[in-house]
């Protein structure tokens, strides 16, 4: 595999999507979870970066995950509403997954694979953020307790806008 666009993933109603659909999208790739510290100023951020930069392209594919601490325990209905509600915010949500493990997802092992983290590879928390180009290709992995709003300058990049 050489790009994310050769993947195929499930939406938040298990239907499967190929990530072929967003060529040409910058994409920020994030694993979720509802009840986590990091949830309020991560949302807030990430759909502040959306409202501002979709019009250029950049799409936020938020996918749950329940393996750090058990903060992500809804269904996918669930974390659909309570997004909606609490935040205004309607990012493509897919499927709850695991991100690390046997049983992690293809995706983001190949998302570890290609941009290792700090130490090591493995996803360490809720809200660790893969920026991805036009290309399908990984510019940046942010960890965690990085704000999302931190990552304007490399967004506008790999738009190819400035604000």
Do not use: H
């Amino acid at each position: 595999m050489s790009s994310v666009y050769e993947f195929t993933v499930k939406n938040a109603n298990g239907d499967d999507v190929t990530l072929s659909e967003y060529k040409g999208k910058v994409l920020i790739i994030v694993n979720v979870a509802s009840q986590c510290g990091l949830t309020n100023k991560n949302y807030t951020q990430l759909k502040e970066l959306l409202d501002v930069y979709k019009k250029d392209g950049l799409e936020v594919l938020a996918f749950p995950c329940n393996q750090f601490a058990g903060q992500e325990p809804s269904c996918e209905v669930d974390i659909q509403a309570f997004v909606a509600d609490k935040f205004k915010f309607e990012p493509t949500l897919f499927q709850k997954i695991d991100v690390n493990g046997d049983k992690a997802s293809p995706l983001f092992k190949f998302l570890k694979n290609e941009k290792g983290g700090f130490m090591f590879d493995a996803i360490k928390w809720n809200f660790t953020k893969f920026l991805v180009g036009r290309d399908g290709k990984i510019i940046k992995r942010l960890g965690p307790t990085t704000d999302p709003k931190d990552m304007k300058k490399d967004i506008e990049e790999a738009l190819g806008v400035r604000l």
